[in-house]
């Protein structure tokens, strides 16, 4: 569905060609962006913006004194928690906060949905510093995005939970289920909003290609690419394997028995290594982090 076109509205969101609306931008977040893209951000006016939101801030601190961070103390301004983070990571945590309370409500509020996107995420910021191959807050933005599409889909078409539940349990490629039944996927969606929204573009790509595990081995695609749809493919293991101990029914089509192999060599790493970091990432995920 590559030929998908973004068209814009009166509101200042995107519609695709398929109809589907894309959310605008948050004002916030375009704030944030354009303050952190500067060369030398002013932590004063982060500050400000985040104090207009008071439960935003609360998240913040929240999300930085979480076990995922490790802070050895207690962070109680938001000054000290960029500096803990780092600028970076603050940017991409920030992103994740925001769009959890704009998208996580109304016809696009899906509990597993965003249980899974937090992991996702999570596991893909620790893949990265464990394997030294990904900046860890492209890894981190990219697993916040890659299955954004999903609550679009099933906002924009009333019968989408029933093709999500044949793709969870199906024995075909997901993307081809949606295509067959609404005449457009969850990752076309996904990348178009990641893109309109500011994410980095490789991230805008990885999130496009995240179910071509053919891309994986594809010399034409940019490594870094490559490298996020290999990566998501171990941390969405290991979120398989969690939920699936928890009581969780995970039958279905598994694109880790299909690309395990493609998976290590692209991240360099013995299959013993990626059993080891799919037991630490599930340990990881005991422990929320932008709730």
Known sequence: MSDMQLQPESGGGFKLSAGINIPPR?????ALQREMRKEEPDFRRIDQLLRR?????????KAANSAFYGARRNVETIEAAILMVGMNQFGVLMTGLITRRVLAQGAMMMARFWDVSEKRSAGMGYLAKQTKLLPPELAFSFGLFCDIGIPLLKAHFPTY?????LANHGGQRFTQIEDEKHGINHTVAGAMLAESW??????????RLHHTLEAIQDERVPVTVRRLV???LLVDRAIRTFRSEAGYDMRGHDEWEIAQTGV???LNLEPE???RLCGEMKQAFASPLLN
């Open 26 to 30: 948050p004002a916030l977040l375009m």
């Open 53 to 61: 939101d008071a439960g935003m801030a609360g998240s913040l601190l």
């Open 161 to 165: 939970l029933k093709t999500l539940e």
């Open 198 to 207: 500011g994410i980095a573009p490789d991230a805008v790509a990885a999130i």
């Open 230 to 232: 290999a990566s998501n």
């Open 264 to 266: 290590n060599s692209a």
């Open 273 to 275: 290594d990626a059993e």
